[in-house]
């Protein structure tokens, strides 16, 4: 069955420190595979999504992520965190136009 | 820019009582979904619904649940009998044209219910 797990359910990184979220799925095709971010009080904002093409997508907010086949594997990166970018992250994959997520990580921000 | 909006943002209801929940996509879209996190858990896809018909619905939309799209704007859940394990976030979310094959799902804020 489809499957999408992002091992770390919590991470701390301090302000201005690079960033690497997780994420691997099991689905048997070539995968859309996306991030959305989640805010307190907030929905679900999209990220960043790949579909096919180039490995490496550009997101809003610094984001990017890298499609790795071999390693069925799409992690989330930033060079540089900010105090705003503290939310909860979710990795999804679609499956006839609805999302599968992981479990999501929650990303803490110390000054 | 347009979002999605949910209402309300949180519910309190007693057990075996009916709930609506209530959602305003974003107003060119034809697809609509509602997905639901339990505290702590994945958030979980409920059903999508295209054309005032289901499309896909998962073993968890159950005949307890049930979807409408009243009018133009609104898309509605309804639990006709809450349970306590019904007790999550509920989302909505929509998407434009396709329904599919990598198309953005915009997704609003949730609706918290809590069955006591």
């Known amino acids: 069955a489809q499957s999408v797990t992002q091992p770390d359910i919590h991470i701390t990184v301090s302000e201005g420190a690079s960033l690497e979220l997780r994420c691997n799925y099991s689905?048997?095709?070539?995968?859309?595979l996306f991030w959305y971010v989640q805010s307190p009080g907030q929905g679900l904002q999209l990220l960043l999504k790949?579909?096919?093409?180039?490995?490496l997508v550009q997101g809003i907010k610094g984001f990017e992520a890298e499609f790795k086949r071999s390693q069925s594997s799409f992690n989330l990166r930033k060079p540089s965190v900010h105090w705003s970018d503290a939310a909860e992250y979710f990795c999804a994959v679609e499956l006839a136009g609805k999302l599968i997520f992981g479990q999501g990580t929650e990303l803490s921000v110390k000054p | 820019e347009p979002e999605v909006t949910q209402t309300p943002s949180h519910q309190v209801t007693q057990m075996g009582q009916e709930v609506i929940l209530r959602c305003v996509p974003i107003s060119n879209h034809l697809y609509f979904y509602w997905y639901r996190q339990i505290l702590g858990q994945k958030v979980e896809f409920l059903v999508s619904f295209y054309n005032n018909e289901i499309s896909e619905k998962s073993e968890i939309f159950d005949d307890q649940f049930s979807v409408e799209r009243p009018d133009g704007s609104n898309f509605t859940l309804k639990i006709r009998s809450t349970k306590l394990e019904d007790s999550a976030m509920y989302f909505c979310a929509s998407s434009g044209t396709s329904g599919g094959a990598g198309e953005t799902q915009y997704f609003g804020p949730g609706t918290r219910l809590l069955v006591l």
């Open positions: 689905y048997g095709a070539t995968p859309y």
């Open positions: 790949y579909f096919s093409g180039d490995t």
